[in-house]
């Protein structure tokens, strides 16, 4: 196990993004320090370890940062690889993963915040259905990657649990502040069950934001705007 004085992890407990890099420590049994930052405050570390984006999170090992979530876990998987892979091991299936992780981040998610900025109840409703239709593309590429596992990444979780993971809490805060169904056991039944074993998953359990405490969280950030 690295040295948490080694391993440094400027993030918030909140943001999925912060997520996904802490599970990746936790897979690979890495010590770290989680040097937590405050919502609209940006520490003169994060400033200093991040100029280009001036966002989180940012992985510091031995003095150098490292930043955008993805990136360092590829880094934290590759850095510490005497531990279990989390990228496949197959160019093929690597690459696919990429692809599906680039989807979510690119066209997927950014569909699940626009629920919440849709005007009207025709306006929610047709947000909510491209929210559907992407799951529904997720839910064939579940179905199609793990062959039968129980995650992405096989029997264990993977670099695509995480990319798509870290979402969960976002997708209850939606389900919650905006009364509709994300995440349709009938409609996508794989990855419902999906999502119950990677909030359970011994790796992510301890990290994974509670609900209620998440969606007070967005409330109050509603409330200052």
């Known amino acids: 196990?690295?040295?948490?004085?080694?391993?440094?992890?400027?993030?918030?407990?909140?943001s999925p993004y912060t997520l996904r890099p802490r599970i990746a420590l936790n897979i690979k049994s890495v010590g770290y320090e989680f040097l937590e930052?405050?919502?609209?405050?940006?520490?003169?570390?994060?400033?200093?370890?991040?100029?280009?984006?001036?966002?989180?999170?940012?992985?510091?090992?031995?003095?150098?940062p490292l930043s955008e979530s993805l990136v360092i876990v590829q880094y934290i998987d590759e850095v510490w690889s005497s531990g279990r892979a989390i990228l496949p091991e197959d160019a093929y299936e690597r690459a696919t993963a990429r692809f599906w992780a680039a989807y979510i981040d690119?066209?997927?998610f950014p569909s699940l915040t626009g629920i919440a900025k849709a005007q009207g109840e025709?306006?929610?409703?047709?947000?909510?259905?491209?929210?559907?239709?992407?799951?529904?593309?997720?839910?064939?590429?579940?179905?199609?990657?793990?062959?039968?596992?129980?995650?992405?990444?096989?029997?264990?979780?993977?670099?695509?649990?995480?990319?798509?993971?870290?979402?969960?809490?976002?997708?209850?805060?939606?389900?919650?502040?905006?009364?509709?169904?994300v995440l349709d056991e009938e409609k996508?039944?794989?990855?419902?069950?999906?999502?119950?074993?990677?909030?359970a998953d011994e790796a992510a359990k301890d990290v994974v934001p509670d609900t209620e405490r998440l969606v007070e969280f967005v409330k109050s950030m509603f409330a200052k705007k």
Request: charged share 25%; glycine share 12%; proline share 3%.
């Open 37 to 64: 930052e405050t919502l609209g405050q940006k520490s003169e570390l994060l400033l200093k370890s991040n100029p280009v984006h001036k966002k989180m999170p940012v992985l510091v090992h031995r003095g150098r």
């Open 122 to 181: 025709e306006a929610k409703k047709a947000a909510l259905a491209q929210v559907h239709d992407g799951l529904g593309l997720l839910e064939g590429a579940f179905e199609e990657i793990s062959k039968g596992k129980p995650f992405f990444g096989g029997d264990r979780i993977g670099y695509l649990d995480l990319a798509l993971g870290c979402f969960l809490g976002s997708i209850k805060v939606s389900e919650a502040l905006n009364n509709v169904k």
């Open 1 to 14: 196990m690295a040295a948490a004085n080694d391993v440094k992890l400027i993030g918030m407990w909140a």
């Open 188 to 199: 996508t039944p794989g990855l419902a069950k999906w999502a119950e074993r990677f909030r």
């Open 106 to 108: 690119d066209r997927w």
